[in-house]
């Protein structure tokens, strides 16, 4: 068990430059596929309402696993705010199909396999040799890189601006959803 956390203190001092955007900041926007290859635009979904971006590593990992079903579980909830949510991963179509249908999402999972939305939210990062050792990301990621999100979670008011900014380099830490319901119930 020592070794793992050598080996997550190793990850996260890789990831500690991606701090991601700012609450405050205007929301890049964005035209990815997603898990049917139908394009979806971040400015089409916030005229709406409001949005809960989330970036996750990949299907393969069980923490974005648990925290996107997390968030399914309260998916009707949220849905009776107005809020919409979308998950970005550097995956394919294909990995973003098992995904969905491996944890029931009934909300979009994104492919954003050049990581160039994950470059614009300033999430990108290179988890290091040791990672690369144990596992290779040129086969997970759909543009055949060895970078990774830093698991986020932003929430997008409809005119762009981002009020909430999660960005946490341990990625075994995620955003409650408890709190997300919060502050989406103060908009």
């Not at 203190?9 to 991601?20: C, D």
């Not at 614009?120 to 990301?137: E, I, M, S, T, V």
């Amino acid at each position: 068990m020592s070794e793992l956390k050598d080996f997550q203190k190793l990850v996260i001092s890789n990831a500690e430059h991606a701090k991601g955007m700012l609450v405050g900041d205007k929301a890049p926007d964005f035209n990815l596929p997603n898990a049917l290859g139908k394009t979806i635009s971040l400015s089409q979904c916030l005229k709406s309402g409001p949005v809960i971006l989330k970036f996750y590593r990949g299907e393969w990992c069980p923490h974005c696993n648990l925290d996107l079903r997390e968030i399914q579980n309260h998916i009707e909830e949220i849905k009776a705010l107005g809020v919409q949510v979308l998950a970005v991963s550097p995956q394919n179509p294909n990995a973003a199909l098992t995904i969905t249908q491996k944890n029931d999402l009934v909300f979009d999972v994104l492919s954003d396999s050049n990581q160039e939305v994950i470059r614009a939210y300033n999430l990108q990062f290179d988890p290091g040799q040791d990672y690369h050792q144990k596992r290779d990301l040129t086969l997970l990621n759909g543009d055949g890189s060895i970078t990774l999100p830093v698991p986020a979670t932003f929430i997008i008011t409809s005119d762009s601006v981002i009020v909430t900014s999660h960005v946490d380099t341990n990625y075994t830490e995620r955003m409650p959803v408890e709190e997300i319901l919060n502050i989406l119930k103060k908009l």
